[in-house]
Nanobody, 127 residues
């Protein structure tokens, strides 16, 4: 059974940093993209960042320059380093992985392109 488990969320002051981690089990995602999405109360789930199997990444404009996505295929893990956090970054953050396409450069930006999801971890940024 495939599982994605997020960790690292918490409460931080504006300007602070957090590092989220996503541990995958049940299969290897080294050949597939993995991404982060977030959902704030009353809002739709939105794309945050994605890293392809080949290591290329894309970011939402709102986090570009502040967040960095990375992956460690030897550990089947992915991380999101979040710096200069803002109150508007407050949301539940979800790890996602896709096995829909064998393409080392593919970086899906839409939630329907992802097959597996974690339960999420809460990030709260106080002003």
């Amino acid at each position: 059974q495939v599982q994605l488990v997020e960790s690292g969320g918490g409460l931080v002051q504006a300007g602070g940093s957090l590092r989220l981690s996503c541990a995958a089990s049940g299969r290897s995602f080294s050949s597939f993209p993995m991404g982060w999405f977030r959902q704030a109360p009353g809002k739709d789930r939105e794309f945050v960042a994605v890293i392809s199997a080949g290591g290329s990444s894309n970011y939402a404009d709102s986090v570009k320059g502040r967040f960095t996505i990375s992956r460690d295929n030897t550990k089947n893990m992915m991380s999101l380093q979040m710096n200069s956090l803002k109150p508007e970054d407050t949301a539940r953050y979800y790890c996602a992985a896709s096995d829909r396409r064998y393409d080392s450069a593919w970086r899906p930006l839409s939630a329907p392109d992802y097959t597996y999801w974690g339960q999420g971890t809460q990030v709260t940024v106080s002003s």
